[in-house]
């Protein structure tokens, strides 16, 4: 049995969005890993130590060591925690999840050589990451997308008469939220009826933000705080458009989900979601912060239902491919 030490960030539990760390830790499980995961403390030095206790605790039973890498204060996680690896000679491999990562390979170039040169391999959910790290001359890099359980995501076909929105995302200035408001501020100023539901902890004060914002515009906006996946997914059966407004991103699991459900998803088109979904075949997308542009796919969508019916089958029909019994034979093959 194949033992290996993901690190990441376990913060579901703590009032944050469930990462990827909790999900693939699982499914690897249930293909038979031997999975030892940190970290959930919350305070972030404490969770650097754990995270190295954890690494050096195993590193003599160890196959691998997974490091969910991002592009904020936690891709020094990365840093230090791959010099350790160095240290006991343990393979690791980094999992690119920072959207902005690209601007982390210019700005601290000795850093990120020290980190990916070095691994094992490098993991990238999308090719977005993967074609940007082959520009600054990285070519060990291969692409194993985000999965998901398509069984747990139910198509549920809508009907599509007033925009009811779904924003489910980290209240973080990286994700926009306030764009959301201003996206329906254009709808109300065309005398729509709207809804919109806005899901997700507070992490930076974008919450209070938008709660603001859409107070002073006189929008009604639903914030329903962090949810657990399985409540926002039966809510989402309530709304029949999912937007995402983000200014960086990489292949975000929530329009994964958004798309397995039947949502048609209207999102901006930065980092890796062009490579997620194409334009008017299956999604819609526009410029970054680009509120008009937005508020018109939206128009598009209560307009044309045909076409809108078959950008959702189109959705959901890629979405297959990122199920895990598709996915999980990338992993088998890289760890074995």
């Known amino acids: 049995m194949r033992k290996l030490v993901y690190l990441g960030?376990?913060?579901?539990?703590?009032?944050?969005?469930?990462?990827?760390?909790?999900?693939?830790?699982?499914?690897?499980?249930?293909?038979?890993?031997?999975?030892?995961?940190?970290?959930?403390?919350?305070?972030?030095?404490?969770?650097?130590?754990?995270?190295c206790y954890v690494m050096i605790a195993n590193s003599r039973t160890a196959d691998y060591v997974l490091i969910d890498t991002y592009s904020t204060l936690n891709f020094y996680y990365a840093y230090i925690i791959?010099?350790?690896?160095?240290?006991v000679n343990l393979?690791?491999?980094?999992?690119?999840?920072?959207?902005?990562?690209?601007?982390?390979?210019?700005?601290?170039p000795n850093m990120s050589r020290a980190i990916f040169n070095n691994a094992y391999t490098n993991v990238s959910p999308s090719d977005y990451l993967k074609s940007v790290f082959g520009e600054q001359g990285y070519s060990n890099v291969i692409c194993i997308p985000n999965s998901i359980d398509i069984i747990n995501y139910d198509f549920y076909e809508r009907k599509i008469k007033i925009p009811k929105l779904l924003w489910v995302r980290s209240f973080s200035e990286i994700y926009n939220p306030e764009m959301a408001i201003e996206v329906v501020k254009e709808l109300r100023a065309i005398q729509l009826d709207y809804e919109l539901c806005m899901v997700g902890p507070e992490v930076d004060g974008s919450m209070s933000k938008a709660k603001k914002l859409a107070k002073e515009l006189g929008i009604k906006v639903t914030f329903t705080g962090k949810l657990p996946k399985e409540d926002w997914i039966e809510l989402s059966k309530n709304y029949n458009i999912f937007i995402n407004t983000t200014n960086f991103d990489n292949?975000?699991?929530?329009?994964?989900?958004?798309?397995?459900?039947?949502?048609?998803?209207?999102?901006?088109?930065?980092?890796?979601?062009?490579?997620?979904?194409?334009?008017?075949?299956?999604?819609y997308l526009v410029g970054k912060n680009d509120v008009s542009g937005m508020a018109n796919k939206i128009m598009h969508i209560l307009?044309?239902?045909?076409?809108?019916?078959?950008?959702?089958?189109?959705?959901?029909?890629?979405?297959?491919?990122?199920?895990w019994n598709q996915v999980r034979v990338e992993w088998e093959n890289l760890l074995k």
Do not use: W
């Open 91 to 108: 393979k690791y491999i980094p999992i690119l999840r920072g959207g902005n990562l690209p601007l982390r390979l210019i700005n601290n």
């Open 303 to 323: 307009d044309d239902s045909e076409k809108t019916r078959s950008i959702i089958l189109k959705a959901r029909k890629k979405v297959e491919g990122f199920d």
């Open 9 to 51: 960030n376990k913060l579901s539990k703590k009032g944050k969005t469930e990462t990827s760390i909790e999900s693939l830790s699982e499914f690897l499980i249930q293909d038979g890993f031997d999975v030892v995961t940190a970290s959930d403390k919350r305070n972030r030095l404490v969770r650097l130590l754990h995270m």
């Open 82 to 87: 791959s010099l350790l690896c160095r240290i």
């Open 251 to 283: 292949m975000p699991l929530s329009v994964l989900e958004a798309m397995a459900l039947g949502l048609p998803v209207v999102s901006t088109n930065v980092g890796g979601i062009p490579f997620l979904m194409q334009d008017n075949m299956d999604g």
